[in-house]
């Protein structure tokens, strides 16, 4: 079995890595770059817990061959915050408490970024449907919803 | 409320900023170098005996460094109690679930691991099954336990006054039997362990429990070491709810035992498939429910006949089976009281504990059930619970159910009124009651929960709060927080005793080998035992700030203040210091000096008698009333839950984002298992394991929620709380089920209640089609 | 002489009354116990010794047996109780 070749840019990062043919892009960025805050769930594409940005889409990095990203972009929750600061997003999940045991966290906010990029001002009903595809045990979302209001208004000026 | 500077303040979580980042480790996330990947293989059959294990084609296999099965675990157990140590980390003479585990691999690589499983040649003689509980219990049952030949893995028979007297003199009665579904605790993050099985005799391990101490206590038997060579290094956990992190699992043992036979660290996380089939899972109960009123509806007596549903082994059942009785006589008050429990061992994955445990089936069929008698003696449902519900005790007193269960505070009656008052409720005449296909309905209940679990055992906790030489605090338990928010609880309370900032508190992580014992996150037990320990821990250490303070401005020490980050003396306010300035002098005074301040948990113990179902396991008492807003789609039988009020006595908020928090994900978690979850079985094989079919609420199927405090300052708890994490879980089931039955006229006894059992229902009643 | 035995967990195979000749609280352990699947926790495998320590608590006569002043060897008398209180090693 030979290793294949690929390279990804992570966080802005050019990434050259060598790696199974059917290795996962979430086996990449955990085993392979250490990078460990984006999550294995489920495995199988139902949990959303592994969600990142490619080429600035939300995808189930489970459901995403490494070789698949060969040449994109990928964006990970390590890569969201500025420095020393916090994304808006991280920032308002913070102050308003929208998790608890934080493991869906990466991936949650991580679709939020993607569903206030395309729609800036979601109603609570929009935010719900964004954030469909990820699983949360422990909130029952309440207040991942008005994190992500709270954020949505912050990001608005 | 009192006036205090942290406890009650909405403080960001002490952990929300490494979460958001991405930079909390959990289990699966901590790496060694060298490491080794670890599989289980788990047997094809429920029910097996296992004749023979070949595990050379495995062994020779390139990548894998080594392989174990149940021998050699040397016939070690364990379980709950010692008398029901009847589990072995893997199958030995024979299997009694399908999948349970019965050798493992470590390997180079998950996928050689995996491929070794398939190596591995187990001959088996197959056995033939028992899946029903009541089956089970029938003479001629295949035996699962030689030790219980009847399949009874619990038994209880308790009596208190007269329930035959109380039925004969009662105006009405109802029988009706009830069900709780087949569900499981669904947190996300699946069960891992890195450890590592050092060559002198020492052990350590990252894993994911909730119960860090009492998988160290199982090591330090299972592997013959001393405690004190067990180092259990706890990383953050992604969900726990009860079961199976608070217990251990085969995987955990056996990267133990493979790391000592490689000599290297071996890792293992379970696919989240091997969650679904194999994990433990919350019992599943039928409940035969006899209960009497008078014709004003009042509570005569109640009679529950109990079967619950144990799977392969006997793990936590017997607190199981004590606990879905001995809640039955609160929070109404009960005369007369008979209960009689069964727990099965049947060959399907083992039931445990889980979020509500025990109370949850039973206060479902209670609640229930008083609805139905309201209805049938035509009384107001809101009317029937005030007539019923225990009152606040006067403080000073307390109210002592027929079982012997004591509490100080009951917010009950406040907590309906506050439901009743609110819109939902108040309002729910002029809100839309059809529209198009759906039909609107309103339910309410009124329920309890436990807080504050002891028991006889090493159930109790200690704290250490370390100044350090700045100001700034290391708070150091053995308590954990699996996502509840009890860190943040923890330093808050240190900060408000102290008289420190709550920024300046620093909690440290799980450390066997440093911080002192906890039994871990159960019985909603950590804010108020290990509160307790935490706020002695930090009068201990403000003694010592005060004595310094006094030495410095030559007063006594009674006449110095600490608060919110500054020291002054009360009679002069305005000559104050920083804390940091004061922990400065403390420290650096003459050779210096440590200021280290401990605490333990003092609240002792009400010794239970679970044969007799005497006895107080908890420390107070939480009480919750819960409204439901839900749409039933009356061609489909779709029910869409909009809207829930959940007024909850937890003595007082500490921090009032967790406890809201806590019952919004408590109550989504009961809406789920009162509508969703359900695991189809088939002779113990689970077809729905994947999280696509075993349904759990997104987004988009959880209702708004609102959340209202009742205050009732309990004496018990530190700064007055009680518990915030489970009573949500316990009454959103019945106020789910009553909303149904205000929508379609049915009452529905069976949990989840599906669109299928809706339509089903609507078309006996001919109802259905529309 | 008869002794009660109370237990607060049900265990099928002790008894709620024995018979007996006379002996220590440890005699009557280890004959209540010995033929049991607890007996492996509550007897050291290398000394035979009773050691219900961590497993129970053994009380007679509602005193536990670590305050009796003789302890385990404290003789036992007919009408007396004695008591096993199941210690509980998990929570949930």
């Not at chain 2, 024979?94 to 591995?120: F, H, M, N, P, S």
């Not at chain 2, 406040?414 to 002029?430: C, G, H, K, S, Y």
């Not at chain 2, 906890?518 to 290990?530: E, F, I, W």
Request: aromatic share 8%; proline share 5%.
């Amino acid at each position: 079995m030979t290793m294949e070749e690929i390279r990804i840019t992570v966080n802005g990062k050019k990434e050259e890595l060598h790696v199974k043919p059917w290795a996962t892009l979430l086996d990449a960025l955990r085993e392979e770059l250490g990078l460990t805050g984006t999550k294995e769930g489920c495995g199988l594409g139902e949990c959303g817990a592994c969600t990142v940005l490619m080429a600035g889409m939300p995808v189930n990095a489970c459901l995403v061959l490494a070789m698949e990203a060969n040449g994109k972009h990928i964006v990970t929750i390590e890569g969201l915050a500025k420095g020393d600061g916090l994304h808006p997003l991280q920032q308002a999940f913070v102050d308003i408490g929208g998790l608890q045991c934080g493991f869906c966290t990466p991936g949650m906010i991580l679709s939020a970024y993607a569903l206030l990029h395309e729609n800036p001002d979601p109603t609570d009903e929009e935010i719900r449907k964004g954030l469909e595809g990820n699983f949360c045990r422990c909130t029952g979302y309440t207040k991942i919803i008005e994190s992500v209001r709270v954020a949505a208004g912050r990001m608005k000026g | 409320m009192e006036e205090y500077s942290v406890i009650g303040k909405r403080v960001p979580r002490i952990d929300a900023k490494e979460k958001v980042m991405g930079q909390a480790k959990y289990a699966a996330d901590y790496s060694l170098q060298g490491m080794l990947w670890c599989k289980v293989a788990r047997a094809p059959y429920p029910h097996a005996r296992i004749l023979n294990i070949d595990t050379s084609r495995a062994e020779r296999l390139p990548g894998v460094k080594g392989v174990v099965t149940g021998k050699d675990f040397g016939g070690w157990t364990w379980g709950f109690m010692a008398i029901t140590s009847d589990e072995p980390p893997l199958a030995v003479e024979k299997v009694r679930y399908l999948y349970e585990g019965v050798a493992a691999v470590a390997a180079v690589d998950e996928e050689t691991a995996e491929e070794a499983c398939e190596l591995i040649k187990v001959e088996y003689e197959e056995l033939p099954g028992v899946f029903d509980p009541e089956e089970a219990m029938k003479a001629g049952s295949p035996v699962i336990h030689d030790y219980r030949p009847n399949n009874v893995s619990v038994e209880y028979h308790w009596s208190f006054g007269d329930v035959d007297k109380a039925f004969a003199e009662s105006y009405i009665v109802r029988e009706d039997r009830f069900e709780t579904g087949k569900v499981v605790t669904g947190f996300l993050e699946p069960p891992a362990s890195l450890a590592y099985y050092d060559p002198s005799g020492s052990i350590t391990v990252w894993p994911s429990k909730q119960s860090p101490y009492f998988h160290y206590r199982h090591l330090a038997a299972c592997f013959k070491l001393p405690l004190s060579k067990i180092r259990i290094i706890q990383p953050f956990i992604g969900g726990g709810f009860g079961g199976t992190k608070n217990d251990s699992v085969a995987g955990d043992f056996c990267v133990v035992m493979l790391s000592k036979k490689t000599g290297k660290p071996v890792k293992y996380v379970y696919p989240m498939e091997e969650v679904l089939t194999t994990c433990r899972r919350r019992h599943n109960m039928i409940i035969y429910n006899k209960m009497g009123m008078t014709k004003d509806g009042l509570l005569t007596a109640v009679a529950s006949r109990v079967i619950g549903n144990g799977g392969g082994y006997t793990a936590i059942g017997p607190l199981t089976m004590y606990l879905a009785g001995c809640g039955t006589t609160m929070p109404y008050k009960l005369p007369n009281y008979k209960y009689d429990a069964w727990r099965l061992f049947t060959n399907n994955p083992v039931s445990a504990a889980m979020r509500g445990h025990g109370f949850t089936h039973t206060r479902f069929a209670c609640d229930i059930q008083m609805g139905m008698l309201a209805e049938e003696l035509g009384i107001d449902p809101v009317e029937i619970k005030m007539r019923n519900a225990i009152d606040n005790p006067k403080r000073g007193e307390e109210y002592r159910t027929i079982n012997d269960i004591s509490f100080k505070t009951c917010g009950l009656k406040q907590a309906i009124n506050a439901v009743v008052e609110d819109r939902l409720w108040a309002e729910r005449n002029t809100m839309a009651r059809e529209a198009g296909p759906k039909t609107y309905g309103v339910g309410i209940s009124g329920t309890t929960y436990q807080g504050g679990a002891r028991q006889l055992g090493h159930q109790s906790c200690a704290a250490v709060v370390r100044i350090c030489e700045d100001g700034t605090v290391n708070l150091i338990t053995g308590a954990t927080d699996c996502g509840q928010g009890s860190d943040t609880v923890l330093a808050m309370i240190a900060a408000e005793e102290l008289g420190a900032r709550y920024e300046d508190i620093s909690i440290k992580r799980v450390d066997s080998a440093y911080t002192p014992v906890d039994p871990g996150s159960y019985g909603s037990r950590v804010t108020l035992l290990a509160g307790q320990a935490t706020q002695l821990a930090a009068r201990d250490a403000k003694k010592q700030l005060l004595d310094a303070a006094a030495r410095a401005w030559g007063i006594a020490p009674e006449e110095v203040e600490i608060r919110s980050g500054f020291a002054y003396p009360r009679s002069k306010p305005d000559r104050r210091i920083s804390f940091e300035k004061l922990a400065k002098i403390a420290c650096y005074e003459g050779s210096g000096a440590v200021v280290l301040g401990r605490g333990h948990s003092d609240y002792g113990l009400e010794e239970i008698d679970f044969n007799t179902g005497t006895g107080n396991g908890g420390t107070s008492y939480s009480f919750t009333a819960q409204t439901v807003r839900l749409a039933v789609d009356m061609d489909t039988g779709k029910i869409d839950v909009t809207d829930f009020t959940i007024a909850h006595d937890g003595g007082v908020p500490l921090h009032p984002v967790s406890v809201e928090s806590q019952n919004e994900g408590g109550a989504v978690q009961g809406q789920s298992q009162a509508m969703y979850e359900q695991f189809i079985m088939e002779k113990g094989y689970t077809h729905n394991h994947t999280l696509l079919d075993y349904k759990m609420p997104r987004s988009t199927d959880s209702p708004d929620i609102k959340v209202i405090d009742i205050i009732t300052d309990d004496p018990d708890g530190p700064f007055g709380a009680k518990e915030a994490s489970e009573g949500s879980i316990v009454s959103t089931p019945p106020a789910l089920v009553d909303a149904l039955h205000d929508a379609t006229g049915i009452w529905f006894k069976e949990l989840p209640v599906t669109p299928e059992k809706i339509v089903k229902a609507l078309k006996e009643k001919g109802r259905w089609p529309t | 002489m008869r002794v009660r035995i109370k237990t607060t967990v049900h265990m099928p195979e002790v008894p709620a009354e024995i018979e007996t000749e006379g002996g220590t609280l440890r005699d009557i352990l280890a004959m209540l116990l010995a033929g049991t699947p607890v007996a492996r926790e509550v007897i050291d495998p290398g000394t035979g010794e009773m050691r219900p320590e961590g497993v129970f608590e053994v009380s007679l006569n509602n005193v536990p047996h670590n305050r009796l002043p003789e302890g385990l060897a404290t003789a036992v008398h007919d009408g007396d109780t004695l008591t096993l209180s199941l210690i509980l090693i998990g929570g949930g």
